[in-house]
């Protein structure tokens, strides 16, 4: 019998590189400032605003936000933290994995409509007089930075170096590690868009901080059962992307009903893969000699 075909999240785990906690401190306090700054003081000004305006949203000013927050924090986890591509989950062999499930789950959405609308199905106004804007903020401003930003620093940073210090400082096993990790990532993540809702004007009353909050820190719980169950982050990128700012073709499309089919889905195979392990693993302890 041949072996599983692929590893799964804790093995990958545990080949990841393990950092100080004075750097995941680092990491965090960097990260915070530059997006405090982004949301409250340069966004504010309406520059990046107007170079996107200006180009016919061909150059996304999401994406120009985020370039400087993409160069200093890498430039941190690539010459201080000593981490390398692997130690975030981002190989090749992943990549054309990642596209395919985020082609898929778009295909998904688009289908929603014919099956929980009512009413006339009308193409996106926006492809006649927006289309480049429609497309470069969801490849530039989200594919390529806002959701990849937020995912390698929130799940493949912020979930294995807390398990790892959970299960090295605390002498956890790597399943409550893993589990307490996610649960303090997906508190950092909520709390990291404070800045965005307060340039927004989200946040009126004291309700509407609380709402929101809980609904980002649920939202990264779902982007951390994604990733552990795939354990493939460029599938989670492409999911975040898509829940941002999907380039849907029809009006009235429903991301809720994607994200239930993909976790179950995902869900279905991550249980496959452990009985197949499991399985694979009897097999051979039979198959012993005495």
């Keep these: 019998m041949q072996q599983p075909v692929q590893s799964g999240f804790l093995s990958w785990l545990k080949g990841v590189r393990r950092t ?3 750097f995941i401190a680092l990491v965090m306090v960097v990260a915070f400032g530059m997006g405090a ?13 107007w170079v996107h305006v200006s ?35 981002l190989t090749w062999s992943r990549l054309w994995w990642g596209l395919g499930w985020t082609a898929f789950a778009w295909c ?8 929980f609308s009512s009413s006339e199905i009308v193409v996106r106004p926006e492809w006649s007089t927006h289309a480049s804007w429609m497309l470069c903020d969801f490849v530039e401003g989200q594919l390529m930075s806002n959701a990849l930003v937020e995912e390698v620093i929130f799940r493949a940073f912020l979930i294995t170096q807390f398990a790892i210090l959970f299960h090295r400082v605390l002498n956890w096993n790597w399943t409550v590690a893993v589990f307490a990790a996610v649960l303090v990532s997906a508190f950092i993540f909520s709390i990291w868009h404070i800045p965005n809702r307060i340039n927004l004007g989200h946040y009126e009353t004291a309700a509407d901080v609380w709402s929101d909050q809980w609904f980002l820190f649920k ?10 169950l795939t354990n493939n982050l460029f599938i989670v990128v492409g999911i975040h992307a898509l829940d941002n700012s999907s380039p ?8 809720t009903v994607t994200e239930i089919l993909l976790l179950a889905i995902f869900i279905t195979m991550g249980v496959w893969r452990w009985w197949v392990r499991a399985h694979w693993h009897e097999h051979k302890k039979q198959q012993a000699p005495l």
């Design 20 to 22: 100080p906690l004075w």
């Design 37 to 49: 700054f982004t949301n409250l003081v340069v966004f504010p000004t309406g520059a990046l605003q």
């Design 55 to 89: 180009t016919n949203g061909w150059i996304d000013g999401t994406f120009l936000g985020y370039v400087p927050q993409i160069i200093v924090v890498g430039f941190l986890f690539w010459k201080v933290g000593k981490l390398r591509w692997n130690d975030f989950g």
């Design 108 to 115: 998904i959405i688009q289908v929603t409509p014919f099956i």
């Design 219 to 228: 939202a990264a719980v779902f982007f951390a059962l994604i990733f552990i």
């Design 248 to 255: 849907d073709i029809f009006t009235g499309t429903n991301f």
